[in-house]
Structures are given as structure tokens and as C-alpha cells.
């Protein structure tokens, strides 16, 4: 049976959800209908379909699976950890069947450390790689070890979990800031097992971030901004959801 993910679902799963926490290698596991996904790359503009990525849950109805990101994925800029994208992802997904969620979301630790790291279990259903948002490119030294780093990551989850699809969020900037940094995930995430998912228009849109000074979760209890509030975390979570279908 499939089941793609509607926006009436993710709000229904944010009342009375459990989540599973483990801690793993020193990093804690706490666990739209939009504009078509566009990611530029350094060649060409390309456009990329609607169709959803297909996850299939276990026989007995679970589906495992496996999150690996940064300080956005961690729920920096909400104002608590149940109104973090990755929170919501993850209630939304558990309706309908069990969820078996494996993240790695240090807020402070370095790309490297989180590319070497990473748990990834071979019994993924599905990989989500959220990484990029945070990096400085600014010179084609950093371009080319940013590029080497996020695709050693990617060719680790081929290896540790060659089944599962991978789902790659672009990163969570403007256009403009975002350009080098999509391109090089839209190049190492365009195989017809793996789905790039451009956030930069949700960046843009008015109520997406700030105030500054706001209550928040991570970030010494002060939002800026730059993160996402929980419009933005919403926002995002739907955009995720709406690029999986669901199956069994």
C-alpha cells in the first residue's frame, strides 16, 4: 500500500508521539506541496520531477531510519525540540507503522568529525543527509574539500546501507549563498536512488526566520535570523514529507 505523507498527517503526529533516544559516538539521538525543486549546478539549470522518493517500511511494519545532519537537523532556531524539523519528520513518518529513527545532529561539531562519525546503519529504509548550511565557501580550496568531504559521506552510505534511498536537503541559504553549495550536493545526490531537496525558497519567504531574540531551543535559549523558527522548522519538515511516498 502506498502512502504519501500529507500535510494532515504531520500535524496529527505531533500530538502524542514517543520517540526512541539512544547515544551514539558522543552525539545525542533524540529521537509542501511547494515550487518544483530547481538546484543550479555549475553547468546548467536543472529542473528536477515531482516524483517522490519510495521508502519501504519492514514486513512488520517498521521503517528504519538514519539522519545525519548538522545544527539545523539538531532543531537550532525552534523553540523546543518537538517544533524541530527533524522531530516532526520523524512523528510524522511513525504514523501508520514503527519508526526505528538513528540521527547525528551535534549542534557544534565540525563537518569532518560528522562525515568520519556517522552512524549508518545497513538496515536503513532511508538515509536524510541535512549538511552544507553551515559551511564557509569562499575559495575554490574550500569548494573542492567541502565537495570531497560530503561525497565521501554520500559513497558511505552506498556502502553501509546500499539499499536505502537517500534524501540530500540543499542548504539553508539564499539563492545566491546556496549556489556552489547546491550544486555540489545536487552532483553527488542525482542518481535515480537518491533525491536532492532545495530549501532556499523556504529560506526566502517572509516568517521563515527571526525574530531575533527570540525563545529558542538551541543557540544559548536566543534565536536568531539565520535558523529557521518554527515556521521555517514546519516548513521544512513538510518539504521532506512531501518528497516520500510511503510503501507497505
Avoid at 33 to 50: D, F, M, W
Avoid at 65 to 71: H, K, N, P, S, W
Avoid at 134 to 163: G, H, N
Amino acid at each position: 500500500m502506498r502512502q504519501t505523507v500529507s500535510r494532515k498527517v504531520l500535524a496529527l503526529s505531533t500530538i502524542g508521539a514517543v520517540i526512541f533516544g539512544a547515544i551514539i559516538l558522543g552525539f545525542t539521538s533524540e529521537d509542501s506541496k511547494v515550487t518544483p525543486n530547481i538546484a543550479t549546478s555549475g553547468r546548467a539549470g536543472v529542473q528536477l520531477g515531482p516524483a517522490p522518493l519510495t521508502v519501504h517500511r519492514r514486513q512488520n511494519g517498521t521503517t528504519f531510519v538514519t539522519i545525519v545532519g548538522d545544527a539545523l537537523a539538531a532543531g537550532r532556531g525552534a523553540s523546543s525540540f518537538e517544533e524541530g524539523f527533524r522531530r516532526k519528520v520523524v512523528d510524522a513518518l511513525r504514523v501508520g507503522g514503527r519508526i526505528d529513527p538513528v540521527v547525528t545532529a551535534p549542534p557544534e561539531a565540525p563537518l569532518s568529525a560528522i562525515v568520519s562519525d556517522a552512524p549508518i546503519p545497513e538496515r536503513s529504509s532511508l538515509v536524510i543527509v541535512e549538511l552544507g548550511s553551515l559551511e564557509r565557501i569562499e575559495t575554490q580550496q574550500q569548494e573542492e574539500e567541502f565537495r570531497q568531504r560530503y561525497s565521501d559521506l554520500i559513497a558511505r552510505v552506498k556502502v553501509s546501507a546500499p539499499a536505502a534511498p537517500l534524501l540530500c536537503l540543499g542548504a539553508w541559504r539564499d539563492q545566491q549563498d546556496a549556489f556552489i553549495i547546491d550544486a555540489i550536493i545536487y552532483d553527488a545526490c542525482s542518481t535515480d536512488q537518491n533525491k536532492f531537496v532545495q530549501l532556499t525558497d523556504i529560506f526566502e519567504r517572509a516568517g521563515s526566520r527571526g525574530p531575533a531574540g527570540r525563545p529558542a531551543y538551541l543557540g544559548g535559549g536566543i534565536g536568531d535570523v539565520f535558523y529557521p523558527n518554527d515556521a521555517g522548522h514546519e516548513a521544512i519538515a513538510q518539504r521532506v514529507l512531501d518528497s516520500l511516498s510511503i510503501e507497505g
